[in-house]
């Protein structure tokens, strides 16, 4: 038997460290997390997400008591921008999380159903979406897309 280890590349920024293309981006998705509907989990998500036509398209996530009917705020956000804006490809996504009054301290990152549905999008524009995951304390950029949080992702690019 031999091992192998997954080695994958993430960026750690300061918010001050970030573009100012960045900060627009992640403040619209942290902006996002005051439009979330959680009743039961209390947990707002925001994503916001770039494209190529200068557009940032916010969405946040949506629960419902008849779970898991409701939608993630990443899912809500890529699902919107590409059927407001079919033709542009999606060139960075931030997200951020806000509970018990204030953004989470260390970033959190997409379930494995908006990280599939990510990939899709990646696939459909045949190049990797930047991700940004927003922490008060740190935030990590995945400069190769989702490959870098969904390992073994199968790619058409």
Partial sequence: M??????????????????EEDKK???????????SYT???????????????????????????AFPS???????????AHARYPEAKMLTLAIAAYADGHFQAKPISPCGACRQAILEYENLAKQPIR????????IYVCPDGISSLLPFCFTEF
């Fill in 25 to 35: 981006v992640v403040d619209a998705a942290k902006k996002a997390t005051t439009t």
């Fill in 70 to 80: 409701g939608t993630c705020a990443e899912r809500t956000t890529v699902f919107y």
């Fill in 2 to 19: 031999e091992h192998k280890n997954i080695v994958t590349k993430i960026e750690v920024y300061s918010y001050n460290e970030l573009t």
């Fill in 39 to 65: 009743p039961y989990s209390h947990f707002n998500v925001g994503a916001a997400v770039l494209l190529d036509n200068g557009e940032i398209v916010a969405g946040s996530n949506q629960e419902n008591a």
């Fill in 131 to 138: 991700i940004i995951l927003y922490g008060e304390d740190e």
